[in-house]
């Protein structure tokens, strides 16, 4: 820690703005980071779920209004939009999600979340930041912070957007059933940032465009006629057919997709029967499909209604029994970073933070739903980028937790830090777009 601070006090954040050199205020960001690590801790101590996030949602709108934001909700759940005018100019959104995931945190951090939450299913489950969004919240703060502090570097319209439910993939899509771009300036250009759990703290990642994965969730209701575990041939065995199912379900890829498309299909969850000697009537099981273009995506669910289909039919069953396949609506879209925007952006950051700490990240098939900021009427170039959180020292220390992992735990003044002056300089550089 001690090693990375020096180097963030000696480092010279610098960006191009008219041809000049844009001086990120390095000194503002040591003196403000003591009050950002205490929201960190206080967001980290206190995650809520998925359309659960009240008191998240009800502290970012205060501290917005407190640097003079005119704060804006009703786009469903607990999203809000906050507006700060700042003369003529471009309008530029920066989003950051607020909600947390059903696990229990195993850091041992001394601020570790004992939180517990009620989920959809009405269990009592164990809440924890895993994905890092807490560190988004706060860097969100720390930028609403240094762009209000520092108006006189830019001129134009800043929209803050504290979004619910990224994780159920539910938020984004209720911004727009809600008319976010109807009822507030329209953007030229939306940014947000993730954690990555494999980059080191100070550097940041890039990546020009397709990003992040299309993500469907898809229930597969696997019908059979149970009887007698001593019995089969009077049955038709829903457990036979699905372990069927999910071994022909793994071709699809490796059979059907061409191999210079990156895709998955994952069965996430199966569940069927109540004791050793019955076969049952029915078997449920839960798939996530991946992939970065509709053709591919469109291949893989077409894929999975035939082998449904057929390996039914070839079980035995009628018509009328053949499995059930559900998608969950809303689907999310693959994350296709605009290629001139990561074009504008890469060498401020560049500039920023010396080449050596900007790295071109690989795609990935986890998902995003900041990619429909992009997707509306009104076109809106978009660029997410990845944050480094590993500690230095631990780099080398073989396989690191993942996000969603119970040991995930952000290095947080480095990760903080670079967050906010990589945000502030890349909004800065759009306000003074020529």
């Known amino acids: 820690m001690i090693k990375y601070l020096s180097f963030f006090l000696l480092m010279t954040f610098n960006l191009s703005v008219f041809g000049q050199n844009y001086n990120v205020n390095t000194d503002y960001i040591n003196q403000m980071y003591p009050q950002w690590e205490a929201l960190y801790k206080d967001l980290h101590q206190h995650p809520e779920l998925s359309m659960q996030e009240m008191k998240t949602s009800k502290l970012m709108g205060q501290l917005l209004k407190e640097k003079g934001f005119e704060v804006n909700d009703g786009f469903g759940a607990y999203n809000l939009a906050a507006v700060y005018k700042n003369g003529p100019g471009p309008v530029v959104l920066i989003r950051a999600d607020m909600d947390a995931l059903p696990i229990e945190e195993q850091t041992n951090l001394p601020y570790a979340s004992k939180a517990k939450g009620i989920n959809a299913a009405g269990q009592e489950v164990s809440v924890m930041h895993a994905c890092g969004h807490d560190i988004h919240m706060t860097v969100f703060q720390g930028v609403a912070n240094y762009l ?35 009822k507030l300036p329209k953007p030229d250009y939306a940014l947000a940032l993730h954690c990555n759990s494999y980059l080191e703290a100070g550097k940041v990642g890039y990546r020009s465009g397709p990003m992040m994965a299309s993500v469907d969730m898809i229930d597969v209701t696997v019908l059979g006629k149970g009887g007698h575990g001593a019995a089969p041939h009077t049955t038709v065995d829903p457990i036979v057919l699905s372990s069927q199912l999910i071994q022909a379900f793994q071709t699809i890829v490796s059979r059907s997709v061409n191999p210079i498309e990156p895709a998955v299909v994952t069965v996430g969850s199966i569940h069927g029967g109540s004791v050793h000697n019955v076969i049952p009537d029915e078997v449920k099981m839960e798939l996530t499909v991946r992939a970065y273009s509709p053709e591919v995506r469109n291949l893989i669910i077409d894929r999975i209604h035939i082998l449904c289909r057929q390996l039914g039919l070839a079980a035995g069953l009628t018509e009328d029994l053949l499995p059930r396949i559900e998608i969950r609506e ?9 290629e ?3 074009s504008k952006l890469l060498p401020v950051f560049q500039n920023t933070f010396g080449e050596s700490n900007v790295e071109e990240m690989p795609q990935y098939t986890v998902g995003e739903d900041f990619s429909r900021f992009g997707m509306q009427d009104h076109h809106v170039p978009i660029c997410l980028f990845w944050l480094g959180t590993v500690d230095p020292a631990k780099m080398d220390m073989g396989q690191l937790p ?4 119970p040991f995930f735990a952000p290095l947080p003044e480095p990760s903080i830090k670079t967050g906010v002056a990589a945000m502030s300089a890349a909004a800065v550089e759009l306000f003074n777009q020529q």
């Open 148 to 182: 209000t502090q520092h108006k006189d570097d830019w001129k134009g319209t800043l929209i803050m957007v504290a979004q619910s439910a990224e994780e159920s993939g539910l938020g984004a899509d209720l911004f727009f059933k809600n008319g976010l771009y109807d």
């Open 330 to 338: 809303p689907i999310t879209p693959a994350t296709i970073n605009d």
């Open 340 to 342: 001139k925007l990561v």
């Open 402 to 405: 993942s996000l969603h992992s």
